[in-house]
C-alpha cells in the first residue's frame, strides 16, 4: 500500500502560482510513476501531468503544458507540481496519484484525498 496526501492547495488570482505537494508513505515511492490530475465541479476526472518513478520522464497535458512542472524528490518521497501563470479555467480538486505514468485515471492504484485550488480572475 501507498498512502498519498497532497497539499499547497489554496485560492490565487489569475497569473499568480502555487506549488502542490504530494507526500507518499508506505512502499518505496521510487518504485511508483506518478501523476496529477484534477476534476472541477460537474465535470470529469482529468489527466494534468505524470512523472516515471526516476524522474526521468515527464508528461504533461496540453492545456497545461509551459505552465505546469512536475518533478520529485525520491529521497524525500514527494512529488510536486509547480503551476505558474494560472488561469479560472485551472480551478479544480488536484489529486495525485501514483503506479502509472499514462493520462488514464483508472490505470493509477493509489490516489490522495485531493486538495482545492481556487483562480479567480
Known amino acids: 500500500q501507498v498512502q498519498l496526501v497532497e497539499s499547497g492547495g489554496g485560492m490565487v488570482q489569475a497569473g499568480g502560482s502555487l506549488r502542490l505537494s504530494c507526500a507518499a508513505s508506505?512502499?518505496?515511492?521510487?518504485?511508483?510513476?506518478a501523476g496529477w490530475f484534477r476534476q472541477a465541479p460537474g465535470k470529469e476526472r482529468e489527466f494534468v501531468a505524470a512523472?516515471?518513478?526516476?524522474?526521468?520522464?515527464?508528461y504533461y497535458a496540453d492545456s497545461v503544458k509551459g505552465r505546469f512542472t512536475i518533478s520529485r524528490d525520491n529521497a524525500d518521497n514527494t512529488v510536486y507540481l509547480q503551476m505558474n501563470n494560472l488561469k479560472p479555467e485551472d480551478t479544480a480538486v488536484y489529486y495525485c496519484?501514483?503506479?502509472?505514468?499514462?493520462?488514464?485515471?483508472?490505470?493509477?492504484?493509489?490516489w490522495g484525498q485531493g486538495t482545492q485550488v481556487t483562480v479567480s480572475s
Open positions: 496519484a501514483a503506479g502509472s505514468v499514462t493520462p488514464v485515471a483508472r490505470a493509477y492504484v493509489y
Open positions: 508506505g512502499r518505496p515511492f521510487r518504485n511508483y510513476s
Open positions: 512523472i516515471t518513478s526516476g524522474g526521468g520522464l515527464t
